[in-house]
């Protein structure tokens, strides 16, 4: 295997892969990078088992050479040494060529770097999946969507498949859940089926998600989704991202909803959020986030917290619209400015049923988000 | 106490004081921030005992009413709270109100926080200094030379003394010494004594300087040094620096200085730190940091490191001049490279007396910094 590279191309390249890279990985090829040299360019591969990224660099980009291929080939470089080596050669041009034993030689200006290279057969297959199962939805869209839910899964291992994000597909629609117990946190939209139909619900682990969005673009390229038995692919442009499908079976979430309210509130968003910022860093100094809302009037709704050993926080804000009976309701704050973070409408929906029942938000403009968060039973 | 003072300037000398706040403290009322409010403005003070900072705020700034003071009065408020909550208080303005038991009242806007507040008469009072021995120089100076000399100090506490930087006054020249047995590094310059003839040698922790270094103006705003029997003292502008003199006997750097060298290289100062950055990379992973220079004829001088499992690194670099014997010295890559990065010249000079006793640098523009690292004794 022989090669000339751009280092810049090649550096985007590793740093695609590097979010398969686990630090703590118990099998020593995976704690490598996988370079495989073709004709028509170069393919690096990275995996921790859960996650696989590859990336593909075409041999030109936009009329300039990128690649020039000398002898076609392989081999797994040491993950944490390649990417720092190459971020740091002195010249916009590489050369790495194989030898013997999978020694790697690489050049770049006044600089040789011999590299103990591995055997590129010991590293794991990447799945082989059937494209019968795809959709497609616009990268932004994904990202957002993501965003808006990933936070909500559990951090416990104690129920695996709460760690996971839910992906409920309908024919043409996309919903994604994440609950841990004492809050949920759902997005759905439109997307275009293309060929499929029944498209099955899926569930993808947080950690996952959460690499996937930071390969996310923020255009609106389209994503395809590839579903197979238990792996999902996503590929986005010229990277592939393949992660493991959750088993197990996700809650039925919608029995948590209450179906009738006592009382609908709408609010400022933002004031609602610095409000409770301000009770929360008290709160938090306790351990406890809880933070108390009393709806005092059609009017106004005050956000209090209060610590024996430092003091007391009280903010009075004004309603948009208050409706039905007045209550008074305490909440792991932390849980709340979560959720308000993640709603980009200027006004929101609370709904009550009740001091002791889930509260239930939802952008005052579209019906396309909920987050439920249950209350805290406190003795006042 | 009460008055009503402008979010920012609160804000701005907060984080001033906080340099002092220690999280570890064991004295519960240093985990506060002292609050002195007096008819011509207030006073913020902070201390861990090693460091107390004072930071005035005026009534005034350029025109502005910043204060406006209704009763005089002091209070303790936790720290880490205050700091936090003065942040993200809704309104540009602030009224804090001292009532019974020192209960601190804050409004800000809509925003009515309580603080369980400290009596300030359980504060620790700052050393009163005796201003007699007092030199001043630049900001932007003193900044750079604790910059180019407390990264050498020692970490380790078994020889305390050096974990801290050695202030050398003569009548006009200030020199500042750091060493930690294998390194060493010093930097001096001319300053005005003022009125002081004789000014004592003083050690000052590296901690305490890198502290104060995040406090200096990068201007040439000219700072104030008071020297005392055991605490010396940082004017800067409106904030007072008070730090505790090290005891102890510094020892006699100028020993290990060799006095004559059989070797002499000039040398591009990026280029060798470029080349020894990623010589280091591969010497880290091996967890030794040790990279090898060779001096190969007069023209060339290679950089190199091996490991056995990872592979090796070798650079050959252009000298700008070489004299003497030509020889092979290995070092710690990591100390040469934070050196380096402190010589703001172009060119520097190494001076050598053989594979086993210390390197020393110097810019090769002018004498006022000399960094020295010990070789090691490696086999080959």
Redesign the interface.
């Known amino acids: 295997m022989k090669l000339n590279i751009l280092k810049d191309s090649l550096n985007d390249s590793i740093q695609h892969v590097s979010r398969a890279i686990s630090s703590r990985t118990t099998i020593p090829i995976l704690s490598g990078i996988k370079i495989d040299v073709q004709p028509d360019g170069v393919t690096l591969t990275a995996s921790d088992t859960e996650i696989s990224v590859q990336s593909f660099i075409a041999l030109e980009k936009e009329g300039t050479e990128i690649i020039h291929v000398e002898t076609p080939g392989s081999v797994v470089l040491?993950a944490?040494?390649f990417t720092?080596?190459i971020k740091?050669?002195?010249s916009s041009d590489v050369t790495i060529e194989v030898r013997d034993n999978f020694?790697?030689w690489i050049r770049s200006g006044?600089?040789?770097?011999?590299?103990?290279g591995l055997d590129p057969e010991e590293y794991p297959l990447l799945p082989q999946l059937e494209e019968q199962s795809v959709v497609s939805i616009p990268s932004d869209l994904l990202k957002t969507m993501i965003r808006q839910t990933t936070f909500a899964v559990s951090t416990s291992e104690t129920s695996p498949i709460l760690t996971g994000v839910l992906w409920n597909f309908s024919p043409d629609r996309l919903k994604l859940i994440a609950c841990d117990r004492l809050r949920m946190a759902s997005r759905e939209a439109q997307i275009e089926a293309g060929t499929e139909t029944g498209l099955q619900n899926i569930v993808i682990a947080g950690k996952s998600l959460n690499e996937l969005n930071k390969l996310l673009p923020d255009q609106n390229t389209p994503i395809e989704i590839v579903v197979a038995n238990n792996q999902v692919l996503f590929k986005i442009d010229h990277i592939l991202f393949y992660t493991r499908i959750l088993d197990g079976a996700y809650p039925d979430t919608s029995k948590l909803i209450p179906q009738s309210f006592q009382t609908h509130l709408t609010i400022d968003t933002k004031k609602l959020a610095?409000?409770i910022?301000?009770a929360y860093?008290?709160s938090r100094?306790e351990k406890t986030n809880i933070v108390k809302m009393t709806l005092k009037d059609e009017r106004t709704v005050e956000i209090s917290s209060s610590s024996s050993?430092?003091?007391?926080?009280?903010?009075?804000?004004d309603t948009h619209e208050l409706t039905g009976d007045l209550l008074s309701v305490s909440f792991n704050s932390k849980y709340m400015l979560d959720a308000l973070k993640v709603i980009d409408s200027d006004f929101i929906s609370l709904c009550f049923r009740g001091a002791m029942q889930p509260i239930i938000m939802k952008p005052d403009d579209h019906g396309n988000m909920l987050h439920l968060i249950m209350p805290y039973r406190t003795t006042n």
Not at 309 to 317: D, N, R
């Open positions: 040491p944490k040494f720092e080596i740091k050669l002195p020694i790697t006044s600089a040789e770097i011999q590299i103990v610095d409000a910022d301000r860093l008290l100094e050993e430092l003091g007391k926080v009280t903010e009075q804000i």
